[in-house]
């Protein structure tokens, strides 16, 4: 049960972006990605728990980042790049860290990720780009691998090819392909160059908008077929997707719905499997931050409710996030952000 709620959970995070375009060199930059407007410079965020005391609460004891929520501090350069993200435990040590740095042309060039849980590791990213500025090798290194993505491109530049090399030695070998107007319409992955483990075939409708995927997983004790299939309303904004889909019976769908602005404003799950079953329901304020979650299975083990309440500064971002519980409160976010003038 708790691995189906999962899946829900994250097919609910990818579902809204359907419609959009999933090439990273389609982004504006790091602070459109995390979704914060205007010039931000740095964000420090600080994670406390929360002590209900009759109608209110007080603050309590900072606590460890929980899923998205974290002691952490992001700096951004003035075209809008992560240059550095820190995370930190309550007591202020540093667990995870990352450093990037950027080219004249704001490329990225390295990248330089710290890890001090346990005895700690530290993985460095040198990024390689061809005469069209196109990435066409990343080599990750630790204190005891070295590894080489190689990315192959046809004569419009686009990624055709990736292989993962460790020690001579192909480990994994994407490959795509792409229709008459560049939409991704097929996604291969190998063992090593020719061992089949995953594809991914794609139906795309006249407006370009992704309709029907259909996926084939193989293993050596079974191949997995099943399928996705995506419903749009004239304004191209996703409202149906049906996902995981072995029979007209077996599926998790995802019903969406839009504020006048196209801004997502509720999002309705249904997981139906054999004797259980998990709705869960998603609702958004016109900033797009969630303000309320209900989750609820047939087997009554789960019948809670998230509430979200925010203050935002004059930007319209975010500066605090308190989260309740069935009506209790849990925890408050506080985020302290800098701008460039």
């Not at 609910?12 to 999933?22: P, R, V």
């Not at 299939?229 to 149906?240: A, G, M, P, R, S």
Request: net charge positive; with cysteine.
């Amino acid at each position: 049960m708790k691995k189906a709620t999962v899946i829900l959970i994250t097919i609910c995070l990818s579902a809204h972006s359907c419609s959009k375009s999933t090439n990273p060199t389609d982004r504006e930059n790091h602070i459109s990605e995390y979704g914060f407007k205007g010039k931000v410079k740095s964000v420090m965020s600080e994670l406390f728990n929360l002590i209900p005391e009759k109608d209110t609460f007080r603050i309590g004891e900072k606590i460890n980042g929980i899923s998205i929520d974290r002691n952490e501090i992001l700096e951004f350069n003035k075209t809008g790049n992560l240059t550095s993200s820190k995370e930190f435990l309550a007591n202020g040590k540093v667990s995870f860290e990352i450093i990037n740095t950027y080219d004249n042309n704001n490329k990225l060039i390295s990248r330089k990720v710290i890890d001090n849980y346990g005895t700690g590791t530290i993985t460095n990213h040198q990024y390689s780009y061809n005469s069209s500025d196109s990435l066409e090798q990343v080599i990750v290194s630790g204190e005891n691998f070295k590894r080489i993505h190689k990315i192959e491109r046809d004569k419009k530049v686009r990624p055709i090819k990736n292989l993962i090399i460790q020690n001579d030695t192909v480990l994994t070998t994407y490959v795509v392909e792409y229709d008459q107007i560049n939409n991704l319409i097929t996604e291969k992955q190998f063992k090593n160059q020719n061992i089949p483990v995953k594809s991914i075939d794609r139906t795309f409708n006249t407006k370009n908008l992704k309709v029907r995927e259909q996926i084939v997983e193989y293993s050596s004790k079974d191949t997995l077929r099943y399928q996705n299939k995506f419903l749009y309303d004239k304004n191209q904004n996703l409202i149906l997707g049906k996902y995981n889909i072995e029979n007209d019976s077996s599926y998790i769908s995802v019903k969406n719905t839009y504020y006048k602005n196209g801004t997502l404003k509720e999002t309705i799950s249904h997981l139906e499997e054999s004797n259980y079953s998990l709705i869960q329901i998603q609702k958004f304020n016109k900033n797009g931050d969630l303000i309320m979650q209900t989750v609820n299975t047939s087997d009554e083990e789960t019948k809670d409710i998230w509430e979200y309440k925010f203050k935002y500064d004059s930007n319209n971002n975010w500066t605090e996030k308190v989260e309740y519980k069935n009506n209790q409160p849990l925890r408050i976010l506080k985020r302290e952000i800098e701008y460039y003038r």
